[in-house]
């Protein structure tokens, strides 16, 4: 159990919450490279913790500020998806319910900030030629259908 003391959220005794945003700026999305585990140095999209206080689209707001400058318009829900990580003795690892939104790119420019490596936006039609979790390639799809139907 040595992740206990890298990371804070290693071996919990309760799920966190955690907020990511599918953005959209015309024909194109933002990554964010993560820099943590448990999936750390992996294109994602954008997003983090839910705070005390704050509700889930707050929380979403606030994170997108906070880890790339950028100021949305959140536009719907697209999914809550659960992750559950176990380690080798079968103790759990890490927990998150995710609550994934899409949003429109009001103003700002992209900088990495926060619990992010990296940013870039990617045309609507490279996303399947980058390497991305099986779950993270869902939302995207997922949210282009919302946004574009």
């Given at each position: 159990?040595?992740?206990q003391?890298?990371?804070?959220?290693?071996?919990?005794?309760r799920?966190?919450?955690?907020v990511?945003?599918?953005?959209?700026?015309g024909?194109?999305?933002?990554?964010?490279?993560?820099?943590r585990?448990?999936?750390?140095?992996?294109?994602?999209?954008?997003?983090g913790?839910?705070?005390?206080?704050?509700?889930?689209?707050?929380g979403a707001?606030?994170?997108?500020?906070?880890?790339?400058?950028?100021?949305i318009?959140l536009?719907g829900?697209?999914?809550?998806?659960?992750?559950?990580?176990?380690?080798?003795?079968?103790?759990?690892q890490?927990?998150?319910?995710?609550?994934?939104?899409?949003a429109?790119?009001?103003s700002?420019?992209a900088?990495?900030d926060d619990?992010?490596?990296a940013?870039?936006?990617?045309?609507?039609?490279?996303?399947?030629?980058?390497?991305?979790r099986?779950?993270?390639?869902r939302?995207?799809?997922k949210?282009?259908?919302?946004?574009?139907s």
């Amino acid at each position: 159990m040595t992740d206990q003391n890298d990371n804070p959220r290693a071996y919990p005794d309760r799920p966190f919450v955690g907020v990511g945003v599918v953005i959209f700026k015309g024909n194109q999305i933002l990554l964010a490279e993560r820099n943590r585990r448990p999936h750390g140095k992996m294109w994602s999209i954008p997003g983090g913790a839910q705070e005390l206080g704050e509700t889930v689209e707050e929380g979403a707001i606030r994170e997108i500020m906070e880890e790339t400058g950028l100021e949305i318009d959140l536009k719907g829900l697209v999914d809550v998806v659960n992750v559950i990580s176990n380690d080798e003795a079968g103790d759990v690892q890490f927990h998150y319910t995710l609550v994934d939104f899409y949003a429109d790119w009001v103003s700002g420019e992209a900088v990495a900030d926060d619990d992010v490596s990296a940013v870039k936006w990617v045309g609507l039609e490279e996303i399947q030629h980058i390497e991305l979790r099986p779950v993270t390639r869902r939302i995207i799809t997922k949210a282009m259908e919302m946004r574009f139907s």
